[in-house]
């Protein structure tokens, strides 16, 4: 995941870094003074109960696993077209509702069930899932290009904040058209999980499972270190080129992340943990599984396109000079519209995630996950891909440790809270470029 | 030209509706004021139904006195300015003197004031704040409520909770920011703690929320017996489902905003709430309302409809009792007295709430059953 930016490594063109203004001694001190306070509250809560606070943090990472999918959306759009696409929520809104009608009144969740009366309930649930989810990124896709061809094409060449307002126009304009009787009412409606949900604790996934996954997260993990040295050696292997390009293959990104998330997910839920005679089952549910390898499966395809073809090639120019990749022969057009499509595609795709976890559709839902996937995306740093992704792991543990012990009212003002000190001491993020100052 | 003729038509049905108003001289007129358009129309519709229905059947029995009795209906919209302008339209336009209505407190209590300074009488089947019945300057004379007011059902909950659960130690989750669902989460906890239980687990949430996992947690790790949502369906909704997901098995309780067609009633399963009136309660008065209004609407009343066949019947038997037409004799002898209506024995308090029970309903198996009623 880590070598793929939208933009192209800079070689030498980039020539100054503006770091943000450093800060006084004063509020160094306040900064360092808050940190080591939440480091002491963190560490008695863990110390003190560490179940609960292990299950906060799975709680936390299956939130932040949403966000991600939101986030990417938010920072290709970004790095390509240098708009922040407000109503990114409201495309996720829509994903989310086509989901609903698909599974609650299309059944298209049982389809195979319908074509092939025999087959297994297992593979049945996976494939029919999966349909929904495809059929909710086209639309949401689809809604995006869209929107992008009407609203935010004709002032692709007047002023950004133009095309910042109309997206906050047309935000609303998809909020309240959902709200309408006739569309989506503005009911809140119970969401049908397309699967049967299902809680894990100890004793209930088989030992076996577990060997066979750590078996295989530790040869990928064994080939990627393998791979690094190899291409550690530089000129003295003959391998080493090779060795660079199998290092950032995204199907050994895919296995690393896949593998290690669930691996250590499905891990825990295995550990019963007892303290003071109080014992405590770590629990996961199939939605936590199915939200986390979901996101990074969406992600790793992501990042391929985005690194691997000609498509991705075509995006990373744009976003380095539209003017220039014009010159170049390239469609920046369509380009755009195929950006807006992938962000919207993803944003769907995370409604439909979004909604089996919490389980409720309505039409401003895609508010509030809009702006933290947002904040996410700005304290990864914007237009960055896996800026996007860690972001949005941050925030998903900011809310939660904070919900969990600090105070559940203030989780989302120190979630925000926490945009403003990194835009205070981190302006460009933690993956994000340092504004381009081209000679 | 559509409009053009809505207008004409509503021109002609006024005039009609004017004209039948000005026939009856030894009619007793009253007023329907209730949401009929907007987000909370279906409320408007039981009400008005259910004070039909019990219109109906007073003039089937030849009237209060031998007076029939008429109405007239105003959409004032669950909204402040369209209720005053209801009320306004309804006592100096059409001289009423008897309002039933507003379903919303927020547009109860504006239309309170201005019949409170008329001297109209008017009883709120639904509303729910207590400033509707209580103003600065006291009690209001002539303002009544057919249903109990929110803290009331938190008691009962808590009552019901010990006794009928035997539940020892309890979890409650609030919306800060929400009148409703704090008044009902604090007198519980009061009431629980007052019998001897023991509240392990108060979170608060705000009522933008989507995400309860971590407050979820919180409470499996203590364990409580029961868990108090006294929220609105479509948070309890969400609450519900990641406590199921994350293993938590306190036994889920709540208040009225649980009653809807959207409950989950497959994330609920188990979990009961208190209620004003049940179509399953057994006594003769409810199975026969059940029955005529179903014969005459072609559904079941829900809550808000025998709420507003309670207000109509506490008004007529107040009027019956008090052999006037006069809104202050009529208001005294509702204050002192005693009704059998479907949702129960009702007494008024200094206050002019009702003193009555609360039905508790259990979600089970897809379905609400009616469990038990519960006296405070």
């Known amino acids: ?439 | 030209m559509r409009s053009r003729i809505y207008v004409m038509l509503a021109l002609v049905v006024s005039m009609l509706v004017l004209s039948a108003c000005g026939g009856g001289s030894g009619a007793i007129k009253i007023a329907i004021l209730a949401p009929m358009s907007g987000d909370v129309a279906t409320f408007g519709q039981s009400t008005r139904d259910g004070i039909l229905l019990a219109i109906e059947e007073w003039n089937e029995k030849g009237g209060i006195d031998g007076k029939k009795i008429e109405y007239v209906v105003e959409d004032s919209q669950c909204a402040a300015e369209a209720a005053v302008s209801a009320a306004n339209k309804v006592i100096d336009q059409d001289g009423v003197k008897f309002i039933i209505g507003e379903v919303c407190s927020s547009a109860s209590i504006p239309v309170s004031e201005i019949a409170t300074a008329k001297q109209i009488f008017q009883i709120s089947p639904t509303s729910t704040n207590t400033a509707v019945t209580v103003g600065e300057s006291g009690t209001k004379p002539t303002i009544f409520r057919a249903c109990f007011i929110d803290p009331f059902q938190g008691k009962v909950a808590a009552k019901f909770a010990l006794d009928n659960l035997g539940a020892k130690t309890a979890a409650v989750f609030l919306d800060q920011g929400n009148d409703y669902v704090r008044g009902l989460a604090e007198v519980f906890i009061a009431e629980f703690e007052a019998g001897g239980g023991q509240v392990v687990v108060k979170e608060t949430y705000t009522g933008d929320d989507s995400d309860f996992s971590a407050i979820v947690t919180k409470a499996k790790d203590a364990n409580p017996d029961v868990l108090y949502l006294p929220d609105y369906y479509s948070t309890v909704n969400l609450i519900a489902a990641q406590a199921k997901e994350r293993g938590l098995t306190a036994a889920m309780l709540g208040g009225d905003g649980w009653d809807s067609a959207d409950l989950d009633r497959a994330a609920l399963d188990g979990g009961y709430f208190t209620n004003h009136f049940s179509d399953q309660d057994t006594r003769p008065i409810v199975q026969e309302f059940v029955s005529k209004y179903a014969a005459k609407f072609g559904a079941p009343p829900d809550a808000l409809a025998a709420l507003a066949y309670d207000a109509a019947n506490i008004l007529f038997q107040g009027m019956d009792k008090a052999n006037s037409v006069d809104p202050v004799e009529v208001a005294k002898t509702v204050a002192s007295g005693t009704f059998d209506v479907v949702s129960g024995r009702i007494t008024y308090d200094a206050d002019h709430n009702p003193v009555k029970a609360a039905v508790i309903l259990q979600v089970k198996d897809g379905a609400i059953n009616y469990v038990d009623t519960v006296a405070p």
Do not use: C
């Open chain 1, 1 to 439: 995941m880590a070598q793929t930016f939208l933009r192209p490594a800079q070689n030498g063109v980039m020539l100054k870094r503006r770091n943000g203004m450093p800060l006084n001694r004063f509020s160094q001190g306040l900064f360092v003074l808050l940190g080591l306070l939440v480091v002491y509250v963190l560490g008695r809560a863990f110390w003190q109960n560490p179940g609960v606070f292990v299950q906060q943090v799975l709680n936390g990472l299956q939130l932040g696993f949403i966000y991600a999918l939101i986030a990417l959306g938010y920072t290709m759009i970004y790095g390509i077209v240098k708009l922040i696409n407000f109503a990114h929520g409201d495309v996720f809104m829509v994903g989310a509702f086509t989901s609903f009608y698909a599974v609650a009144t299309l059944n298209l969740h049982r389809w195979p069930a319908a074509l092939f009366p025999g087959i297994p309930e297992g593979l049945m649930m996976l494939v029919g899932t999966v349909t929904v989810v495809l059929l909710s990124m086209a639309i949401s896709g689809t809604l995006a290009v869209v929107m992008e061809r009407f609203a935010y094409r004709p002032l692709r060449n007047k002023p950004r904040i133009a095309a910042l307002i109309t997206a906050i126009g047309v935000s609303f304009f998809v909020e309240y058209f959902g709200a309408l009787p006739f569309v989506f009412t503005n009911n809140y409606i119970t969401y049908p999980r397309p699967f049967a949900v299902q809680v894990y604790s100890a004793g209930m996934i088989a030992p076996w499972v577990l060997v066979v996954l750590w078996v295989i997260f530790l040869l990928i993990v064994a080939t990627f270190g393998w791979l690094t040295a190899l291409a550690r050696q530089g000129s003295r292997s003959r391998y080493h080129v090779q060795a660079q390009t199998w290092k950032r293959h995204p199907l050994l990104q895919f296995g690393l992340l896949f593998f290690g998330f669930i691996t250590v997910v499905v891990t825990l839920t295995g550990v019963r943990i007892e303290t003071g005679g109080k014992v405590w089952d770590l629990t996961a549910s199939n939605v936590t599984l199915v939200v986390m390898g979901g996101s990074i499966v969406l992600q790793v395809l992501l990042s391929y396109v985005v690194s691997r073809t000609r498509l991705g090639k075509a995006m990373r120019a744009a976003a380095y000079d539209k003017a220039v990749a014009r010159l170049m022969g390239i469609n920046v057009d369509g380009v755009i519209t195929a950006t807006f499509a992938l962000g919207g595609g993803l944003a769907g795709a995370a409604g439909v995630l979004y909604a089996t976890v919490f389980p409720q559709v309505h039409h401003l839902m895609g508010i509030i996950p809009g702006l933290k996937a947002f904040v996410a995306a700005v304290i990864g740093g914007i237009g960055s891909i896996p800026g996007a992704f860690v972001g949005s792991l941050i925030m998903g543990q900011t809310e939660m440790l904070t919900a969990g012990f600090i105070s559940t009212p203030m989780r989302d003002a120190v979630a925000f809270s926490l945009l403003i000190v990194v835009l205070l001491v981190w302006p460009q993020g933690i993956f994000g470029e340092p504004p381009a100052e081209k000679v």
